[in-house]
């Protein structure tokens, strides 16, 4: 029987740990990795949420870090003018304005050309004047403001053809609305346009661009006899033909028209020259400055006969 002493003794040992991904040193990394993504997200939602005038005072300070010890001021962002805060635009850092401020105010401007549009409509539809021209009454609101359309009907035109002398009952529509925009601080453009129908003499001598600026400038005349204040006059224009209702039919007696817009205040400071180049009709030329034919209307097709 052998010795139970002499056996050898098994200890087994097991390890722990092995390879690093089985472990624990991902865990580090990863938190390290979204605490630099949080912390990323929080650098833009601050940066979006300040003014243009304290981006900018950021911008000066990282490019003049001294700024403020030798110049003095409470910050890199300070205003340059000597009135504390105010300023005309958020994209100057003559000073801050919230963004808010000016949505607010094309809000309310907004509303003010709603109501006078829902009052015009209420006019036509109450006046017995006006409700029979309704169908030459067209009403839209625009980028620019409200615009205020008076088209010529086949059988009811608005001037006699190839004149710019009103017809009474185009004084009566431009009397009735001269009253109502008087109810509203926005100040007028208006342009005459004329069809397609060119005199027979073309363009380089009495043309549309004459007749439709004549028209415009009638119109405005009536306007103000209709007890409408002069300051609300900012533009007239003739337009001729070069911006026609129904292009499909340049001859359409729609096109012959005179164009009022209630203006907002952004497109009247545009026109002003303040705020960059005006759009759309507010590119045409003063009716007072020299009328030059467009190349379309130059080259449109001329029709035997007086235009209208």
Same mark, same amino acid.
């Given at each position: 029987? &052998?010795?139970?002493?002499?056996?050898?003794?098994?200890?087994?040992?097991?390890?722990?740990?092995?390879? *690093?991904?089985?472990?624990?040193?991902?865990?580090?990394?990863?938190?390290?990795?979204?605490?630099?993504?949080?912390?990323?997200?929080?650098?833009?939602?601050?940066?979006?949420?300040?003014?243009?005038g304290t981006l900018a005072g950021i911008a000066e300070y990282f490019k003049t870090p001294l700024k403020v010890a030798l110049a003095g001021g409470e910050g890199s962002g300070d205003t340059t003018s000597v009135i504390k805060g105010g300023g005309a635009d958020v994209t100057r850092s003559a000073g801050q304005v919230k963004r808010?401020?000016?949505?607010?105010?094309?809000?309310?401007?907004?509303?003010?050309?709603?109501?006078?549009?829902?009052?015009?409509?209420?006019?036509?539809?109450?006046?017995?004047?006006?409700?029979?021209?309704?169908?030459?009454?067209?009403?839209?609101?625009?980028?620019? *403001?409200?615009?205020?359309?008076?088209?010529?009907?086949?059988?009811?035109?608005?001037?006699?053809?190839?004149?710019?002398?009103?017809?009474?009952?185009?004084?009566?529509?431009?009397?009735?609305?001269?009253?109502?925009?008087?109810?509203?601080?926005?100040?007028?453009?208006?342009?005459?346009?004329?069809?397609?129908?060119?005199?027979?003499?073309?363009?380089?001598?009495?043309?549309?661009?004459?007749?439709?600026?004549?028209?415009?400038?009638?119109?405005?005349?009536?306007?103000?006899?209709?007890?409408?204040?002069?300051?609300?006059?900012?533009?007239?224009? *003739?337009?001729?033909?070069?911006?026609?209702?129904?292009?499909?039919?340049?001859?359409?007696?729609?096109?012959?028209?005179?164009?009022?817009?209630?203006?907002?205040?952004?497109?009247?400071?545009?026109?002003?020259?303040?705020?960059?180049?005006?759009?759309?009709?507010?590119?045409?030329?003063?009716?007072?400055?020299?009328?030059?034919?467009?190349?379309?209307?130059?080259?449109?097709? &001329?029709?035997?006969?007086?235009?209208?």
């Amino acid at each position: 029987m &052998a010795d139970e002493s002499q056996r050898p003794i098994i200890v087994k040992r097991i390890k722990k740990g092995g390879h *690093g991904a089985h472990g624990g040193a991902w865990k580090i990394a990863y938190a390290d990795f979204v605490t630099a993504m949080m912390a990323f997200f929080l650098l833009m939602w601050l940066l979006s949420s300040v003014s243009q005038g304290t981006l900018a005072g950021i911008a000066e300070y990282f490019k003049t870090p001294l700024k403020v010890a030798l110049a003095g001021g409470e910050g890199s962002g300070d205003t340059t003018s000597v009135i504390k805060g105010g300023g005309a635009d958020v994209t100057r850092s003559a000073g801050q304005v919230k963004r808010s401020d000016k949505s607010e105010e094309r809000r309310r401007e907004r509303m003010v050309l709603s109501k006078l549009q829902q009052r015009i409509s209420q006019a036509i539809q109450s006046s017995p004047e006006l409700r029979k021209y309704q169908n030459q009454l067209l009403l839209e609101m625009t980028p620019e *403001g409200l615009r205020v359309q008076i088209v010529d009907e086949k059988n009811r035109p608005m001037f006699d053809s190839g004149r710019s002398a009103l017809l009474p009952h185009t004084k009566v529509i431009l009397h009735e609305l001269g009253k109502m925009f008087n109810e509203v601080p926005n100040r007028l453009s208006i342009s005459g346009h004329t069809d397609s129908a060119a005199y027979s003499g073309g363009e380089k001598g009495y043309s549309n661009w004459e007749l439709s600026a004549d028209r415009a400038n009638a119109a405005r005349r009536e306007l103000l006899d209709g007890g409408m204040t002069e300051q609300k006059i900012l533009r007239v224009v *003739g337009l001729a033909a070069a911006n026609p209702l129904d292009a499909a039919n340049p001859y359409n007696p729609t096109n012959r028209r005179i164009t009022i817009i209630v203006l907002n205040k952004q497109n009247e400071e545009q026109i002003l020259g303040e705020g960059g180049t005006p759009s759309n009709e507010a590119d045409a030329p003063d009716a007072a400055a020299p009328v030059v034919p467009s190349p379309a209307t130059a080259a449109g097709t &001329a029709k035997a006969g007086p235009p209208q």
